[in-house]
Every structure is written in C-alpha cells, then in structure tokens.
C-alpha cells in the first residue's frame, strides 16, 4: 500500500504542477520524434538537452529524461521497420521482421504492434519498478559494495560480447577497443593522464555522445550513402493498416513471456534494453513452431522484441536509482543530469528524495501509457518521413548531428571525433564488429576500473576475498561461464549461416 | 596454412599492432600510485593482453573453421555487418579513399605547422589558413568526383575540420549541398532549396529557441557572417 500511496503522490505533484505538465508532455512527444527520426535518436535529443537541464531543477531534469527514455525506445521501433536503421541498439531486433514486413507493404501493422507492445511492456514494467525499487535499494546498501559491482559489470560485458557480434571474437574485440577507448584520459585512482599523446582535448577523455552519434547516426547514414550510389537502395512501400485486437491477442503468451524476459535482462548493467530485446526475439524463434518464418516478416518478432526493450526501461531504472550504476547511454546521462545538481544516484537518492523518485516514477508510468494515444496519431505523421529521399534527409541528420555533438561540450573537436567514429563504423561494420559493443564498453570501461581498484583496495589485492562475498561471487562465475560457454561453441557447434541477404539490408 | 585467408592475417596483424603500439606508449604512465598497487597502467594491460588474447583467438578459429559463420544463432541475430560492394572493396578504392580522408588532417596540421615556422601567432594564421583550404577544396572536389562513395566518408570529416576557422552559418549551406551530391542528386534547385531549408529550420529550432551557441568560426570575413547571422536571430 505503501507503493501506491507513494505512486499517487507522485502523480497528484506531477499534474499540479504547470512547467511539469509541460516538461512532461514535451519530453513525451520529443522523444518519439527523435527515436523515430531515421539517424537521430533519443540519444541525440538528450545529448542536445543535457546542458539546459542545469537550468531545470533535479526533479525536472530526471523526469524528463526517463519520459524521453520511455518514449524514444518506443520510438526507434519506427525507424527499425521503415528505414531498417534502429534507433538504439534495443530496437535492432526489431529490424529483424519489422523492415522485411514494411518490404512486403505491411509497415502499418509493425507499428501499430510496436505502439500496442510497447504501451503494454513499459506499463507493467513501470508497475514492476515501483514495488521493486525501494526494497532493492534497502538491500543493496548492505549488500552491494565495489566488488559486486566491478562482478556486475564485468559479467553485463560478457554477456555482451558473447552474443553481441557475429562472432564471440568480434564481439570480445570490439567490447575491448570500448574499454580501451575509456581508458583515454585520466586514470580513475591517481588522475595520471593515459594516452594523451600531449593533446590537451584527450586528457578529458574521449566522449561517448560523439562516439555514440558517430557509430550510429553517421556510419548508418554512410551505408545507406553506398546503397543509393551504388544503386542497391529501395524506398519502402506504404501502408497504414494496424493490426487488429484478436490479431495481438494471439500473440498474448509471446507479450508476457517478453515481459518477463525483458524486465530481468533490463537490471542488467550495460546491456540491459538491448539484451532484452534480443532475448525476447530469441526465446520467440525458439519457441515458435515456425520458426523459419522468422526473419522475413513475421509480427511475432516485432511483438517480442519491442515488448521487451520496453518492459526493460523501467527495470534499468532500478540498478540506476538503487546501485548508481547506469545500465545504458540514456541512463548514465542522467547521472550527468543528477551530478549538475550536486546529487550523485544511487541508495541515498532514494531515501533522501523520495518525492523525486516518485515524481519520476508517476511519470514514466505516464509516459508509457501515453505511447498509445500519441503513437497511433503521431505515426501518420512520422510515416510521412518516409516519403523524403533519403539525399534530403541525410544533410538534415548529419547537421542535427553536429549540433549534438557540439552542444555536449562547445568543442569542435568534439563533431571531428564524431565524424571518425563514423567512418571507422562503417569500415568495423564490413568486417562484423559491433559498434554497440564498443560503445557498451566505452561506457562501463569507466565505471569498470574505478570499481576494480576500490574492490581490489577493500579485498587487499586477494582474488579470494571474493570466496567471503556470494553474490559478487556468484556475478563472476556466472560471467566466467557465459565467455566459456561461448567458446566452447564457436569451435564445438554448427556455425550458423547468416540470414537471407534481403532480410538484413535496405 | 589451414583455412586461412590473407584477410585474416591482415585483420590479426592490425589488432597485435595496435596491441603492441598501446603497450608501448602505457610506459609514458606508468607511475606507481602510492594507494594503489596496481598503478595506472595494470588495467589499460590486462585490456591489451585480453585483445591479443582475442586476436589469436580469432586466427585460430579462422584457421580452424575458414570464415566460419556466426557462432550462435543469437549472434546471427546480433550481426549488423554489412557486405562491401565489389567495386568498392579492391585495394586501389581503399587507397583513393585513405587519401580523401586524409585531407581534412592535412588541413587540421599544415596552417599551425606553416604559421610556426614563420613565427606567426596562432590567431594571425587567416590568410594562411584560406590558402591551405582553396587547393584542397579544390583537390578534395576533383577526387570525391571520381570516388562517390569515398568522398561521402571524408566530406563530414572535412566539413568539421574547417569549422572551427568558417563556422557552421558558411559552411552548412555548403555541406548539405555536397552531402546531396555525393548521394546522386543532381537537380541544382532541389539541392538548393533543401539546403536553404534544412538550414532555416536548425537556425530557428536551436540559434532561435534553444539558444544553443554554434561555432560562428574565427577567420573573417566567415566570422562576421557567423555573428551577422546570430545577431539578426536573437
């Protein structure tokens, strides 16, 4: 009863409050624009806010990018099944039938599932969120130090790079170069300066909205680029035909098993959204009696995945506010928006400023509700996008690109960093690395080694203090087994062959 | 020799490189910290030693399996890698392209150079940076012509390069229109009217509403315009 006294606190102040309400229905309608603007992401519109939110207060700022994280996942899915360009990583899967159902003239039924699934996913998962939070929280200041979450992180990495790329190789590879990018900058314990080749920029480090604008938004807008010269690029076919209420209805045991799926793979640091979503695509094609149909159209795969990127957004709040540990780009940004104000998340945030959290809590249990209404009148107008040629389009998100690289910090090296990224992604992507990969461990290479060193300070250099902590434990042979299972597979079991071309290219 | 192809051994030899130059240069830090026994080199070395763990790893299975497929199908799923072209994989594309790419670098490195040499300071480099950037324009135009798709990876680069000294109010009309270019437009009023759009509504959603400060450049006659530009807005 607690939880929901709170909860209705939380709202009452939500909507009493105008510059709230605004904040909140802006945040709401921006982060669907963003996430389904083909190049642009949620990502980019947070970068573009994150220095105003000093002018807003912590409730505010926090609040508006959990609404803009609700919406913008949901807002991806629509770039997925036009453009076959995801908007975040988490709604790749979603590609995966989304893109060859608007082939087949079938995009209005993909969104309209992606609207219906997502409402569904990130409802539940908010509801989940809010019974879990403070329980987990109480229990992670006694149980949670350094070393759980260096075991953490370390196994969100390994699962990572065991089923991020092509490969377990490539995936390994490119999770290292992340890690290896973090370490640019300062040293977390001794502030001694690491490959800085005596440029003053590269003491701060490399930055991971450049590097994430340039993975994602610029090398997709150069493979598109080689499609339209070299003449393999297709515009999609139209139509609006959404589907229908028994047609969702049948796919019932598929939203709550993505439900689940999503909600305990979004706790995971790091790759959490993304982990989701694949799963649920995953657990989907296993479980399906036909299972070959997947890949090529079929609204169970939209359904799964989008259900579960969704259902992971309010569970990837919990490791946020509980632990302090951001579980994706989105999230460690609002530790940028909580360190502006003095504040740093984790336990006591939650103790300290209950109305916050609540407040933030209303909110995304709004926001999640409001992808229905707003996403089925909004997606007319968003599908209208798909009729500007894409040479139109791609000056108008390489700009907008610019702007958020420029806007993070006002450095111009910041957009020529970009720019690179963009060209190494292109060429990391022929050879099936994985851009996510490398941007996951640009993020958590930090967080990673400050907190290797302060478990190695607290268990004196002693692998086996390990042996005395059962949960931290517990993260590292559960990570130990997932790379050695990996492995063991890739030389042990029938490679798989990739899927049908046209089932992964524009 | 396997399975092996000489793709892979380029590949395991670029990654043992970068491995090998890293280490090296971790001796520039590696101080002992006084609380910290494993100093500000242990983690960037274990991160090395784990790359070329991979990479060997990699070769292995390649020499093992050949190019081998995703391992799991889950890994299929994950693959977001794209097929180069054929045309535009050979070793002669890849040297066109490298030279594209590198002139915006040229551009970054020569003025500073040059301007230190004559003892300049470095705001007093304008018209030495005007004269680097017209025959590499000029340069960049003739080879990005020839290679579309080359020239498309290395315009953004360029396109940053000079920003800092013409500022993004000159510049951007400009870019949008070689991005349009490049991608095969060649209707010269359509380019332009979408430039002039795409420009107007960046300047009124961020000049205009949000007040986001863009880099107005610092040779003139592009700095005045930059600020001629900010000052009609707000």
Same mark, same amino acid.
Request: a neutral charge.
């Given at each position: 009863?607690?939880?929901?006294?709170?909860?209705?606190?939380?709202?009452?102040?939500?909507?009493?409050?105008?510059?709230?309400?605004?904040?909140?229905?802006?945040?709401?309608?921006?982060?669907?624009?963003?996430?389904?603007?083909?190049?642009?992401?949620?990502?980019?519109?947070?970068?573009?806010?994150?220095?105003?939110?000093?002018?807003?207060?912590?409730?505010?700022?926090?609040?508006?990018?959990?609404?803009?994280?609700?919406?913008?996942?949901?807002?991806?899915?629509?770039?997925?099944?036009?453009?076959?360009?995801?908007?975040?990583?988490?709604?790749?899967?979603?590609?995966?039938?989304?893109?060859?159902?608007?082939?087949?003239?079938?995009?209005?039924?993909?969104?309209?599932?992606?609207?219906?699934?997502?409402?569904?996913?990130?409802?539940?998962?908010?509801?989940?969120?809010?019974?879990?939070?403070?329980?987990?929280?109480?229990?992670?200041?006694?149980?949670?130090?350094?070393?759980?979450?260096?075991?953490?992180?370390?196994?969100?990495?390994?699962?990572?790079?065991?089923?991020?790329?092509?490969?377990?190789?490539?995936?390994?590879?490119?999770?290292?170069?992340?890690?290896?990018?973090?370490?640019?900058?300062?040293?977390?314990?001794?502030?001694?300066?690491?490959?800085?080749?005596?440029?003053?920029?590269?003491?701060?480090?490399?930055?991971?909205?450049?590097?994430?604008?340039?993975?994602?938004?610029?090398?997709?807008?150069?493979?598109?680029?080689?499609?339209?010269?070299?003449?393999?690029?297709?515009?999609?076919?139209?139509?609006?035909?959404?589907?229908?209420?028994?047609?969702?209805?049948?796919?019932?045991?598929?939203?709550?098993?993505?439900?689940?799926?999503?909600?305990?793979?979004?706790?995971?640091?790091?790759?959490?959204?993304?982990?989701?979503?694949?799963?649920?695509?995953?657990?989907? $094609?296993?479980?399906?009696?036909?299972?070959?149909?997947?890949?090529?159209?079929?609204?169970?795969?939209?359904?799964?995945?989008?259900?579960?990127?969704?259902?992971?957004?309010?569970?990837?709040?919990?490791?946020?506010?509980?632990?302090?540990?951001?579980?994706?780009?989105?999230?460690?940004?609002?530790?940028?928006?909580?360190?502006?104000?003095?504040?740093?998340?984790?336990?006591? $945030?939650?103790?300290?400023?209950?109305?916050?959290?609540?407040?933030?809590?209303?909110?995304?249990?709004?926001?999640?509700?409001?992808?229905?209404?707003?996403?089925?009148?909004?997606?007319?107008?968003?599908?209208?996008?798909?009729?500007?040629?894409?040479?139109?389009?791609?000056?108008?998100?390489?700009?907008?690109?610019?702007?958020?690289?420029?806007?993070?910090?006002?450095?111009?090296?910041?957009?020529?960093?970009?720019?690179?990224?963009?060209?190494?992604?292109?060429?990391?992507?022929?050879?099936?690395?994985?851009?996510?990969?490398?941007?996951?461990?640009?993020?958590?290479?930090?967080?990673?080694?400050?907190?290797?060193?302060?478990?190695?300070?607290?268990?004196?250099?002693?692998?086996?203090?390990?042996?005395?902590?059962?949960?931290?434990?517990?993260?590292?042979?559960?990570?130990?087994?997932?790379?050695?299972?990996?492995?063991?597979?890739?030389?042990?079991?029938?490679?798989?062959?990739?899927?049908?071309?046209?089932?992964?290219?524009? | 020799?396997?399975?092996?192809?000489?793709?892979?051994?380029?590949?395991?030899?670029?990654?043992?490189?970068?491995?090998?130059?890293?280490?090296?240069?971790?001796?520039?830090?590696?101080?002992?910290?006084?609380?910290?026994?494993?100093?500000?080199?242990?983690?960037?070395?274990?991160?090395?030693?784990?790359?070329?763990?991979?990479?060997?790893?990699?070769?292995?299975?390649?020499?093992?399996?050949?190019?081998?497929?995703?391992?799991?199908?889950?890994?299929?799923?994950?693959?977001?890698?794209?097929?180069?072209?054929?045309?535009?994989?050979?070793?002669?594309?890849?040297?066109?392209?490298?030279?594209?790419?590198?002139?915006?670098?040229?551009?970054?490195?020569?003025?500073?150079?040059?301007?230190?040499?004559?003892?300049?300071?470095?705001?007093?480099?304008?018209?030495?940076?005007?004269?680097?950037?017209?025959?590499?324009?000029?340069?960049?135009?003739?080879?990005?012509?020839?290679?579309?798709?080359?020239?498309?990876?290395?315009?953004?680069?360029?396109?940053?390069?000079?920003?800092?000294?013409?500022?993004?109010?000159?510049?951007?009309?400009?870019?949008?229109?070689?991005?349009?270019?490049?991608?095969?437009?060649?209707?010269?009023?359509?380019?332009?009217?979408?430039?002039?759009?795409?420009?107007?509504?960046?300047?009124?959603?961020?000049?205009?509403?949000?007040?986001?400060?863009?880099?107005?450049?610092?040779?003139?006659?592009?700095?005045?315009?930059?600020?001629?530009?900010?000052?009609?807005?707000?």
């Amino acid at each position: 009863m607690d939880a929901f006294n709170n909860f209705a606190n939380g709202t009452v102040a939500l909507f009493s409050d105008p510059l709230g309400i605004v904040i909140f229905l802006s945040g709401v309608v921006g982060g669907m624009l963003f996430g389904a603007i083909p190049g642009v992401s949620m990502l980019t519109l947070a970068a573009i806010l994150l220095p105003f939110t000093a002018h807003l207060s912590a409730e505010h700022g926090i609040m508006l990018f959990s609404v803009i994280y609700c919406t913008g996942v949901y807002g991806g899915a629509i770039t997925a099944i036009l453009f076959n360009i995801p908007g975040s990583p988490e709604n790749a899967p979603t590609a995966f039938d989304g893109y060859p159902m608007t082939q087949k003239g079938q995009a209005g039924r993909a969104v309209g599932a992606a609207v219906m699934c997502s409402a569904i996913g990130g409802t539940v998962s908010a509801v989940l969120m809010m019974l879990a939070t403070a329980p987990i929280a109480d229990w992670a200041i006694s149980a949670f130090g350094p070393p759980e979450i260096f075991a953490l992180v370390f196994f969100g990495l390994a699962v990572a790079a065991s089923v991020g790329a092509k490969t377990i190789w490539k995936g390994w590879l490119s999770i290292l170069a992340g890690l290896m990018i973090a370490v640019v900058g300062l040293d977390p314990v001794g502030g001694i300066e690491r490959y800085d080749f005596n440029m003053p920029y590269l003491l701060a480090g490399i930055h991971f909205i450049p590097t994430i604008l340039g993975f994602f938004a610029v090398s997709e807008i150069m493979v598109q680029a080689e499609k339209k010269v070299t003449g393999a690029y297709s515009a999609p076919k139209l139509s609006v035909d959404f589907p229908s209420f028994s047609e969702l209805w049948a796919h019932k045991f598929a939203v709550v098993r993505s439900i689940i799926i999503g909600f305990f793979c979004g706790i995971l640091p790091g790759i959490g959204a993304t982990l989701a979503a694949f799963m649920g695509y995953n657990e989907a $094609v296993r479980w399906s009696k036909e299972r070959w149909e997947f890949g090529k159209g079929k609204l169970e795969g939209v359904i799964s995945s989008e259900t579960a990127n969704n259902a992971a957004t309010g569970a990837a709040m919990i490791p946020l506010l509980a632990l302090g540990l951001p579980g994706g780009a989105l999230t460690a940004m609002m530790v940028g928006v909580f360190q502006m104000h003095d504040m740093e998340p984790g336990p006591l $945030v939650f103790l300290n400023s209950a109305d916050l959290v609540w407040v933030v809590f209303a909110a995304m249990f709004f926001a999640n509700l409001s992808i229905l209404l707003i996403g089925f009148l909004e997606t007319k107008t968003i599908i209208n996008l798909l009729r500007i040629p894409f040479q139109f389009l791609a000056p108008l998100i390489l700009m907008l690109a610019t702007v958020g690289a420029y806007a993070v910090r006002g450095l111009v090296i910041d957009v020529v960093v970009m720019f690179v990224a963009g060209v190494l992604g292109f060429f990391l992507r022929r050879t099936g690395y994985s851009v996510a990969g490398i941007v996951l461990g640009l993020i958590l290479g930090k967080i990673g080694e400050q907190t290797f060193a302060q478990a190695m300070q607290m268990l004196h250099y002693e692998w086996t203090g390990y042996f005395s902590r059962p949960i931290g434990l517990a993260l590292l042979i559960a990570g130990f087994l997932t790379l050695g299972a990996s492995a063991y597979r890739a030389f042990y079991a029938a490679p798989v062959e990739a899927p049908p071309e046209e089932s992964k290219s524009a | 020799m396997g399975n092996l192809k000489t793709g892979h051994l380029v590949e395991a030899g670029l990654w043992l490189l970068l491995a090998l130059v890293l280490f090296i240069y971790s001796f520039e830090f590696n101080n002992s910290i006084e609380i910290y026994k494993f100093g500000a080199s242990g983690w960037p070395r274990a991160i090395i030693l784990l790359i070329v763990l991979a990479a060997l790893g990699q070769l292995f299975w390649h020499w093992k399996r050949g190019e081998g497929g995703a391992t799991s199908k889950l890994n299929a799923a994950a693959d977001d890698s794209v097929e180069a072209p054929d045309d535009h994989s050979s070793l002669g594309w890849y040297a066109h392209t490298f030279v594209l790419v590198a002139i915006p670098f040229v551009y970054m490195r020569v003025p500073d150079f040059i301007g230190g040499m004559m003892g300049l300071p470095p705001d007093g480099l304008g018209t030495i940076k005007m004269l680097t950037a017209a025959p590499l324009m000029v340069l960049f135009a003739w080879m990005a012509y020839r290679n579309q798709v080359g020239g498309m990876l290395a315009l953004p680069i360029f396109f940053a390069a000079l920003l800092e000294d013409m500022g993004f109010y000159a510049l951007a009309p400009v870019f949008a229109m070689g991005v349009m270019y490049l991608m095969g437009e060649r209707r010269i009023k359509w380019m332009a009217g979408v430039a002039a759009g795409v420009f107007g509504i960046l300047l009124l959603l961020f000049v205009k509403l949000l007040y986001v400060g863009l880099p107005t450049g610092n040779v003139r006659p592009f700095y005045d315009f930059g600020n001629w530009v900010v000052t009609v807005l707000q």
